[in-house]
């Protein structure tokens, strides 16, 4: 069973950064594709980042506007998500997905392994 653990949510203030990391285990982390997804209270879960199976190739959601950077290290089965000049609307609890396929998709409905969330609160 493939487990996902997120963590390094937290409470920063407009402008700051955080660092997202997703430990996993129990599969073939190296062969999936991995993903960041959010969810703001009352909202919808929305894509945010992805990452190919080697991590070849990203993409990100229009939002993100260059201020985020999706990366992993398959020899520690992490992967991680580094946000810069965070804003409020960037408040959310974070989802760390994984897709058997190794795709980088922004399609939630392709992700078989979810975590169970951090939360990131950006004061104004």
């Known amino acids: 069973q493939v487990q996902l653990v997120e963590s390094g949510g937290g409470l920063v203030q407009t402008g700051g950064s955080l660092r997202l990391s997703c430990a996993a285990s129990g599969g073939a982390f190296s062969s999936y594709g991995m993903a960041w997804f959010r969810q703001a209270s009352g909202g919808e879960r929305e894509f945010v980042a992805a990452?190919?199976?080697?991590?070849?190739?990203?993409s990100y959601a229009d939002f993100v506007n260059g201020r985020f950077t999706i990366s992993r290290d398959n020899a520690k089965n992490l992967v991680y998500l580094q946000m810069n000049s965070l804003k409020p609307e960037d408040t959310a609890v974070y989802f760390c997905?994984?897709?058997?396929?190794?795709?980088?998709?922004?399609?939630?409905?392709?992700?078989?392994?979810w975590g169970q969330g951090t939360q990131v609160t950006v004061s104004a």
């Open positions: 990452i190919r199976w080697n991590g070849a190739f990203a």
């Open positions: 997905a994984a897709n058997v396929a190794g795709r980088d998709t922004s399609d939630q409905y392709e992700y078989q392994y």
